[in-house]
């Protein structure tokens, strides 16, 4: 009998792939259909502004120096007395971030101290020539108004409004996501998108106006 066993061994593997066949598909017909990505989804990044126009970036070098990757490289700069960049004594004048190195855990988000740095929506970044995926500050820093940029928003593989969904991870960055904080600002307001809500859903029993001095 072991050898009519054998024999339907392979028949029973079948069975599986016919069994499939007469469920309903799951696949998503990719780009047509596209899944709805998770609030704090780990895409491109931009180089945000304050509200004036500043850049928030002021050259600390911290995201490079925190980057596991070592993607990132900045260079700061002295902010001009008579038409300052950022807010700080310095600015970012040289910002690149390798995109082929980067792995996308969100450490410069963590660490950059004013919010400069956020990731987005958008994942979409194929390129046939290396040296394209080496993002500049142009390509990375939002217009004056906030409008985000891209190198080659005509492309068919990138959807640009993925880039205009607000500042993306930065609600993430502690203290925002503990529950203790819950209701309560802990970002500071951004070009085009003005102050971003207080963040929601930490917990079931903490009303939106607790602070955490109670």
Not at 8 to 20: E, K
Not at 63 to 92: H, L, M, Q, T, W
Not at 126 to 143: F, H, M, N, P, Q
């Amino acid at each position: 009998m072991s050898w009519f066993a054998d024999m339907l061994g392979p028949f029973r593997g079948f069975a599986v792939t016919l069994r499939q066949l007469s469920r309903p598909a799951v696949t998503t017909q990719y780009p047509d259909e596209k899944r709805v990505k998770p609030e704090r989804f780990h895409g491109r990044h931009v180089l945000n502004r304050n509200l004036d126009g500043t850049e928030k970036c002021i050259g600390c070098e911290l995201c490079a120096a925190v980057c596991p990757a070592k993607c990132i490289y900045v260079r700061g700069a002295d902010n001009p007395p008579d038409n300052p960049v950022s807010e700080g004594e310095r600015f970012g004048f040289v910002y690149e971030i390798n995109m082929l190195r980067c792995i996308f855990c969100a450490l410069c988000v963590e660490a950059c101290p004013t919010e400069a740095i956020t990731m987005t929506h958008l994942f979409e970044m194929s390129t046939t020539d290396r040296t394209e995926a080496i993002y500049t500050k142009d390509d990375l820093l939002v217009e004056r108004d906030g409008t985000p940029n891209h190198p080659y928003p005509e492309s068919p593989l990138i959807n640009i409004n993925e880039l205009r969904l607000g500042d993306g991870w930065m609600r993430a960055t502690s203290p925002s996501g503990r529950a203790d904080y819950e209701g309560v600002v802990q970002w500071s307001p951004s070009a085009r998108t003005g102050s971003m809500p207080a963040e929601v859903g930490q917990s079931g029993d903490i009303s939106h106006e607790e602070t955490p001095d109670g």
